[in-house]
């Protein structure tokens, strides 16, 4: 596979399913009967908490990886994250046998830190800006001569992250609806190729905190704005989309909801309590979006994608022994 | 299908299994990699906490619903339980379209009462004794003419649970043994008389909390023993075995294991974050006594009984929110 300077065509997304099928799961699809009459509407989960790493970032950074020439490979990969990516592209060199080095802000989860270390990586840490991250992200490069794998302004990573609905869509033909968080707006642009590429017709909506909307506002105006607050509970979209993400979003989705953070952690207690699975409160943003207006979707078949299933338990298990 | 007054043949097992079929799940099998490192072992999670009313408990109580006439079932069921065995009854009489009566301790969880009142059970009140629980039911029997379904020593029951490892065994052929939790016994009985009628050959093991172990200490004994303290996060295991069950158990298990509540909480808290599905205390008993000494099942292909999945989420989600 080359690097892809342009939107991935379908046949590039093909390959790159096919290219990074050894290095993911084929995650399962879930659904809750209880959870469809609240709907009022037939919900199709598609279930990346179980993915590698446990988030559907371990899609694009394999995509992105294998793309590097033999010369890039051998001096390894490079990003600074605070979350999953650091992790997707930690465990993407460890199963390519090449080294990683991840740039994490010192208020980086200990357990995330941990994590990426235990895929062999090498940690650098950094100040808690983005400022910060982003010099000492480019020293790391200049001393190792690593590449520098973008979470989501990126060809080959949304080439990637396109994978996940077209298993959906594989999975479940006649979908009439999907609908998945925005952050970067890496996973909504590959899933919206993956729509119009093979499941046309199929309409992509987006969904995003109230107060962290960036998407949304984008969207409306048709202009790149950014986020002006980081305060919500879902912590995988406080991230400000890229011009490459933006221009797929603005051309192929139907539409962008805003929710509350109420209405995200109802959705995301509602998920744990029925469907007894663990989503980060990111994945809940869609559901709280159909629950918020069931005639949005009301007796239609509609996949969400629950990103990701990485949360932080100490606050129950500290209570619980 | 007529009432049993036996222990379950083979056949029995097969019918109940058929009769029972339209009212469960056929739950998942999982496995996660990591976990099998710890353990030096190839685990396989029969996932019943994606079960019916999230519990195995709903196999059992079906079995036992569908044997009674058509004069019992008019009458409708009646059971006391703090948890899930209230709500696989209350649902198996809902499914039948006959009246369920639930005598429940006032300090049941307000979440179990309504989940069970939710399925249109009539629930009555009573003190937290046993004494004041059965003196309850014998009221609401003679009041109602609802017939009694025991949630663990009954032979109906016990052919219900039996569907659970048969399922496993059809699915994960070549399981060199199977392990289970033990609270009043019909889970494991039914698992144990499944893997002498469908894998033969197959060992099954029993896991408890070490200062709630009844099972344990009446296997070694060979006398019926009863719990001296319920000091234990696996709320479902505080129950004493009843003489149908001990009977089982004595005659057809290989090992019984004891672990802390330390061990408990570690491999449930495991389960959470590397799986990231959500379990009760009680099915992470038997994983606690697998990692707590790996030479146990080294090398093995173990099935895991995951119990439940009906966890009480208030302090996590106070605090998230």
């Known amino acids: 596979m080359h690097p892809l300077h342009h939107i991935p065509t379908a046949k ?8 990074i099928a050894p290095m993911i799961h084929r995650t399962p699809v879930l659904s809750c009967q209880s959870i469809d009459q609240l709907a009022q509407a037939r919900l199709f ?23 590097l020439s ?16 650091a992790q997707a592209v930690a465990l993407s060199a460890k199963t390519l046998g090449i080294p990683a080095h991840i740039v994490m802000p010192k208020n980086a989860p200990a357990i995330k830190k941990a994590a990426t270390r235990g895929y062999g990586a090498t940690i650098y840490d950094c100040e808690n800006t983005l400022a910060a991250r982003e010099s000492t992200l480019e020293e790391v490069v200049a001393k190792t001569g690593a590449t520098f794998i973008h979470p989501y302004n990126d060809y080959n990573v949304i080439a990637g992250q396109a994978s996940c609905a ?5 999975d ?14 890496g996973l909504i642009s590959g ?8 499941a046309p017709g199929l309409r992509v909506y987006g969904a995003e905190p109230e107060e962290v909307d960036d998407a949304y506002r984008s969207f409306k105006s048709g202009q790149l704005q950014h986020n002006t607050t980081i305060n919500t509970i879902a912590d995988g979209l406080r991230t400000n989309l890229g011009e490459k993400t933006f221009d797929i979003i603005q051309r192929e989705l139907e539409d962008i909801y805003t929710v509350s953070e109420t209405a995200i952690g109802h959705a995301m207690r509602l998920v744990w309590e029925r469907m007894k699975i663990i989503i980060e409160p990111s994945c809940a943003v869609p559901l709280a979006a159909i629950l918020e207006e069931p005639t ?12 990701g299933g990485n949360v932080d338990l100490s606050s129950f298990f500290d209570r619980l022994l």
């Open 12 to 19: 590039e997304v093909e390959v790159t399913h096919q290219a």
């Open 45 to 67: 989960f598609k279930c990346e908490n179980f993915q590698k790493i446990g988030a559907f970032k371990m899609r694009g950074a394999s995509s992105a990886a294998l793309r």
């Open 70 to 85: 033999d010369d890039e490979k051998a001096r390894g990969l490079a990003t600074h994250s605070s979350g999953n990516h």
């Open 166 to 170: 077209k298993e959906l869509i594989e």
């Open 172 to 185: 479940y033909e006649g979908l009439d609806a999907i609908i998945a968080p925005i952050g970067g707006g």
């Open 191 to 198: 899933t919206a190729l993956s729509a119009r590429y093979f």
């Open 296 to 307: 949005r979707f009301e007796g239609q078949k509609v996949g969400v994608i629950i990103t």
